[in-house]
């Protein structure tokens, strides 16, 4: 069974144990284990970053021991939009968190818990919380994102099919192109289909719970000639001013921290021709 399947089956499972006795401490008369405020074990508060199209956010958190956790959400406070849970492979409990909300609709205000199991066998709960996520059309918006959609030529490697690498061009942020172990050699090619006027790029890195597989900097070369950078990354969407017009794109991990490398999403903002 793949990493990914594994998670999906141990969302609900995780979300049902949390809910149970969810209205305060205290041990049930089954003897369910009680349900603690979630604050207590936080490092600060959590931080949900909105991607600029509005359909996804990431959740990042850390806890001050080691726990398996998910994010309830939804457009009101039942909650009803659905679970996320950390993009970490790894699975298994542990202190920095990150977890990707997919499915969200522009302009719109969304309610949260963080919930989950501890290493010291408590079960916590957080209060309900909130964000918005942006419009669709904002006007800031430098252009479109020529990558989505872009035909992969050419990769490093690729960990597994459920880490493929047109996983980085889907405009999902709930999946990521993972390479099998390239760390600072990962790479990745894009056919954008026709030549572009490219006025940023950016790479929002995947990433695991022990601070491996972060792609830090990376570089671009255009059309098998001139190389840009290298731009920041990270795991969060990082927008790099550049121009340039080109079709084939080579993208380069530059420094790293190692490990599985790769990329939640690769951004080509493209002007369209006048």
């Given at each position: 069974m793949s990493?990914?399947?594994?998670?999906?089956?141990?969302?609900?499972?995780?979300?049902?144990?949390?809910?149970?006795?969810?209205?305060?401490?205290?041990?049930?008369?089954?003897?369910?284990?009680?349900?603690?405020?979630?604050?207590?074990?936080?490092?600060?508060?959590p931080?949900?970053?909105?991607?600029?199209?509005?359909?996804?956010?990431?959740?990042?958190?850390?806890?001050?021991?080691?726990?398996?956790c998910a994010v309830v959400f939804g457009r009101d406070e039942s909650l009803g939009g659905g679970i996320a849970t950390d993009a970490d492979m790894g699975g298994g409990a542990h202190t920095d968190h990150q977890a990707v909300m997919s499915g969200l609709q522009p302009d719109t205000e969304y309610f949260y818990r963080v919930q989950g199991s501890g290493s010291d066998g408590s079960l916590y709960r957080s209060g309900l919380r909130s964000f918005r996520t942006p419009p669709a059309d904002d006007p800031e918006a430098p252009g479109r994102n020529a990558a989505v959609g872009a035909q992969v030529v050419d990769v490093s490697s690729e960990f597994s099919d459920d880490f493929r690498a047109d996983a980085a061009v889907d405009g999902d942020l709930a999946t990521e192109w993972s390479s099998a172990g390239d760390g600072d050699d990962a790479s990745i090619?894009?056919?954008?289909?026709?030549?572009?006027?490219?006025?940023?790029?950016?790479?929002?890195?995947?990433?695991?719970?022990?601070?491996?597989?972060?792609?830090?900097?990376?570089?671009?070369?255009?059309?098998?000639?001139?190389?840009?950078?290298?731009f920041d990354a990270g795991t969060a969407s990082v927008v790099n001013e550049v121009e340039f017009t080109g079709q084939i794109l080579r993208i380069d991990a530059e420094r790293t921290s190692g490990g599985n490398t790769g990329a939640a999403?690769?951004?080509?903002?493209?002007?369209?021709?006048?």
């Open positions: 990493f990914r399947a594994m998670r999906a089956l141990a969302v609900p499972t995780l979300a049902a144990l949390v809910l149970v006795g969810c209205g305060g401490a205290g041990t049930s008369a089954s003897g369910d284990p009680p349900v603690l405020a979630a604050e207590q074990v936080f490092v600060d508060d931080v949900v970053v909105p991607d600029a199209a509005g359909t996804s956010a990431v959740l990042r958190v850390t806890t001050e021991l080691d726990m398996a090619t894009l056919d954008l289909g026709r030549p572009v006027h490219v006025v940023g790029v950016a790479l929002r890195s995947r990433s695991m719970s022990d601070g491996s597989s972060v792609v830090e900097t990376f570089t671009v070369t255009v059309d098998g000639g001139r190389t840009y950078g290298p999403e690769i951004e080509v903002i493209a002007l369209d021709d006048e």
